[in-house]
Nanobody
Framework: QVQLLESGGGLVQPGESLTLSCAAS????????MSWVRQAPGKGLEWVSA???????YYADSVKGRFTISRDDDKDTLYLQMNSLKPEDTAVYYC??????????????????RGQGTQVTVSS
């Protein structure tokens, strides 16, 4: 079965960096687009970034220029490099698998599987 296991979250100060990882299993990782979504306390799910099978990437305006999504198809792993973190980036971050034939990835929350999440807290 599909499994997505996020890691790398933690508590950091504003301006610092974190790299999240997502180990995928149970499906042909290289054949699917992937995304990162997040949920801040008391708010709904928010799309953060997505990457296609050809490694074309998309970003929410709120993270563009600060976050970088990437994938290693040999390791079945998705990454999110987060730089210049802000308190408003505080959220649970989820790795998500997009369904086959997913159309426009920008802003899409139409993933079919999501991991358990990893907490990122940005606070001084």
């Amino acid at each position: 079965q599909v499994q997505l296991l996020e890691s790398g979250g933690g508590l950091v100060q504003p301006g610092e960096s974190l790299t999240l990882s997502c180990a995928a299993s149970g499906f042909t990782f290289y054949a699917y687009s992937m995304s990162w979504v997040r949920q801040a306390p008391g708010k709904g799910l928010e799309w953060v970034s997505a990457i296609r099978t050809d490694s074309l990437t998309y970003y929410a305006d709120s993270v563009k220029g600060r976050f970088t999504i990437s994938r290693d198809d040999d390791k079945d792993t998705l990454y999110l490099q987060m730089n210049s973190l802000k308190p408003e980036d505080t959220a649970v971050y989820y790795c998500a698998k997009m369904p086959a034939g997913a159309g426009n990835l920008r802003g899409s929350l139409a993933h079919d599987y999501r991991g358990q999440g990893t907490q990122v807290t940005v606070s001084s």
